[in-house]
């Protein structure tokens, strides 16, 4: 028996939890983050501070924060300061204070007892540790959102508060809260909302360019040279970018494609294995959408399948679909339609979700082209599926 060896290099590098060397596209607001908390290298413990990072789901905020919170170690521990950044996700404690605090405090304190206290007594058991070892700490509170839910607008009053509580001492923690938007805050008082809206940090989603890079990067940490090709990234990146720029999914999207591509022995990630990798995460087809279709619809769309099936190739021309839709009909004895005809249906199958199509004129050879993409339907499983609902309508197999 050969051995089979996969494409993979590290696949530990499309973990969900991976933190990358780099942020691609995150510069801006990874500067403005470190200008929000300098004071804790020129005069820490005068003043603390609250920031906000909103943004949607995989558009970095996390991966911003904790890269911010591995930078501003350094520079605070370059001055001799003493500084811990705390990272926890709210909604694993289901939002509750009295764990979420119970967390941060065993940093420093690994055996404080999990249960007798109220949150109000860790919060101060916390203050009085970071006195007595003379550090500074952000606090970074991921899904914050979760917190207000549950919580309400008191504990973000209390959190806010800190710095008057601790007047006339050396103020010892900041905070970051990082969240999806600010629609939780609808229910806190006009204080404690004037309070944490003063730094707000907003990641608008990522495009297809900037997602195509964030890609290629991992491509280059995780998968063997040469198995995943420029094209199969760029589709990868296009259909992230339909799913709110998410790069999270992306990425997912990557890593499904490439244990697909494993599974069958391969020896690069092709288009197909992204397909059904999307198709596994999100459905794109209903079957009762094919078949409301209409005859020659099922044919070119037949034909669209068995061209995508056939070819390793992420696009493909009107004319080239043309050639595979004809040789379709000849075999079912029926008339094809002509070329406008069949560019009505592409767009028909565009509007449904199934196909992408676009004018295109950037290559000389091609000219001036309608280029149709199959990039989230598995082309093996819509032939199959095609070939049953036509066997239906005409009574006979299509052998093509």
Known sequence: MVAHHSMFKDESRLDINYLPVCMFHRDRE???????????TRCPGRMSQRVIVIGDVGTGKTALCQMFGKNISIEVGKKGIKFRYIHINCREYRGNLTGILHQAVTVFQPNYPARGYSAGEILKSFLQVLEEEQVFVILALDEFDSLVEK??????????????????????????????????????????????????????????????????????LAFEISTVSEDVVGLIAELSSVEAGNAR???????????????????????????????????????SDLYGLGLHEKLLLLAVAHFFKESKEVFATLTEIKEFYEVICEECEETPYSHTQLWKYIQCFTQMGIVK????????????????????????????????????DLGVDIGV
Do not use: H
Request: glycine fraction near 4%; charged fraction near 30%.
């Open 30 to 40: 990874s500067r403005l983050l470190m200008e929000f908390f300098s004071f804790l």
């Open 151 to 220: 919580e309400g607008s008191d504990v973000v009053y209390e959190l806010t508060r800190l710095q008057e509580m601790q007047q006339g001492k050396v103020q010892r923690v900041s905070f970051i809260f990082i969240q999806r938007d600010l629609y939780s805050f609808k229910v806190l008082d006009d204080s404690s909302k004037s309070t944490l809206q003063r730094n707000i940090i907003k990641l608008e989603r990522y495009g297809k360019d900037s997602l195509v890079d964030i890609l290629n990067d991992r491509v280059k």
């Open 249 to 287: 999914f992306g990425i997912e999207l990557l890593w499904r494609a490439g244990k697909y591509a494993d599974a069958q022995d391969a020896k690069c990630v092709e288009p197909e294995y992204v397909r059904q990798a999307v198709s596994a995460i999100i459905p794109m087809v209903k079957r």
């Open 357 to 392: 199509s676009e004018v295109c004129s950037a290559t000389v050879s091609r000219g001036r082209s309608t280029v149709i993409s199959l990039p989230a339907v598995p082309a093996v499983e819509l032939e199959q599926e095609l070939r049953v609902l036509l066997k239906m």
